[in-house]
């Protein structure tokens, strides 16, 4: 099966820089995703990683480490509407077709 | 270009009642999800279909929860009888392509179900 552990809840202050940390375990990886999740709202994309290294994409950036199973979200010069749920989602190849399997999430909550 | 599409926004039901949801998949997306999403959780793959085909229902409650994909377009959700703990954000979500490369998956504004 798979395992995906993230913190539950993180706050931080307006112009800060916030990390998100997930770790996983799974067979089969095939990539790893993270979406933000407004209150109330659908998940939407924010990054894709299936190779070691640091993706850089604006304010945000994700990092993957496939052989400690572990992958971060960066959060750079927060901003108010920041405050969302981060989640981390593993893909993965079993059994001839692809599966994305979702951690429990992480609430961000920004203050001025 | 339209995102993907669901209604109802918000269902209230009585234990026991039987409701449908709609979804209807950004044009050209050859795989649609269903996911719950329970309070405070983040989401659950129930089916996955790659065309018209079920590629993966292996947590779908099959004994009240049923999908279908006629003609490889629109879905539809559908649980009966309803129990307490139904109650969630029912997210579909759309692909191009089953889950290749950078495959994302872009996801509806969910049905909110309240079951009592």
């Known amino acids: 099966g798979q395992n995906i552990d993230q913190p539950t809840e993180m706050t931080a202050t307006e112009g800060a820089i916030v990390q998100i940390n997930c770790t996983y375990q799974?067979?089969?990886?095939?990539?790893l995703f993270w979406y933000q999740q407004h209150a109330g709202e659908a998940p939407t994309f924010l990054s894709y990683n299936v190779l070691d290294g640091l993706e850089e994409k604006g304010r945000f950036s994700s990092f993957l480490s496939r052989s400690k199973g572990y992958s971060y979200l960066l959060l750079k010069e927060l901003q108010m509407k920041d405050s969302a749920s981060y989640l981390c989602a593993v893909r993965s190849m079993n059994t001839g077709f692809q599966k994305l399997v979702f951690g429990t999430g992480t609430r961000l909550l920004v203050s001025p | 270009e339209a995102g993907v599409a669901q209604s109802p926004r918000y269902k209230i039901i009585e234990k026991r009642q039987s409701v449908a949801f709609w979804c209807n998949p950004i044009s050209g997306h050859a795989t649609l999800y269903w996911y719950q999403q329970i309070l405070g959780q983040g989401p659950k793959l129930l089916i996955q279909f790659q065309n018209n085909g079920v590629v993966d229902d292996s947590q779908l409650p099959k004994d009240r929860f049923s999908a279908e994909r006629l003609k490889g377009v629109d879905s539809t959700l559908k649980i009966q009888p309803a129990k307490l703990e139904d109650s969630a954000v029912y997210l579909c979500a759309s692909s191009l392509l089953a889950g290749v490369g950078g495959d994302t998956q872009y996801f509806g504004p969910g049905t909110r179900l309240t079951v009592l």
């Open positions: 799974t067979s089969g990886f095939n990539g």
